[in-house]
């Protein structure tokens, strides 16, 4: 379901608005703590802390949430400067 017919969708239903600037906030905000949360699980692995295979490659996929993060970035000074 695209994110806009949610976001309709959940408004109409539950009664509460959803404010746009709320909305992207809570979706940069996931895409970094999933950064870190990657990059400690890597760490972690790299250090010793873990024997878990699963997350020896969490860095590799750092990137796509950084694409993610920077695409759902709104226009301003600042991120044209990136």
Same mark, same amino acid.
């Given at each position: 379901?695209?994110?806009?017919?949610?976001?309709?969708?959940?408004?109409?239903?539950?009664?509460? $608005?959803?404010?746009?600037?709320?909305?992207?906030?809570?979706?940069?905000?996931?895409?970094?703590?999933?950064?870190?949360?990657?990059?400690?699980? #890597?760490?972690?692995?790299?250090?010793?802390?873990?024997?878990?295979?699963?997350? #020896?490659?969490?860095?590799?996929?750092?990137?796509?949430?950084?694409?993610?993060?920077?695409?759902?970035?709104?226009?301003? $000074?600042?991120?044209? #400067?990136?």
């Amino acid at each position: 379901m695209p994110l806009e017919e949610f976001v309709e969708r959940y408004s109409k239903l539950s009664g509460i $608005p959803v404010r746009r600037e709320n909305l992207i906030f809570y979706r940069l905000f996931n895409e970094i703590k999933h950064t870190v949360i990657a990059l400690t699980g #890597a760490k972690s692995f790299n250090d010793g802390r873990t024997r878990n295979i699963v997350i #020896a490659d969490r860095a590799s996929i750092v990137t796509s949430y950084l694409i993610q993060f920077l695409d759902w970035l709104p226009e301003t $000074p600042l991120r044209t #400067a990136l």
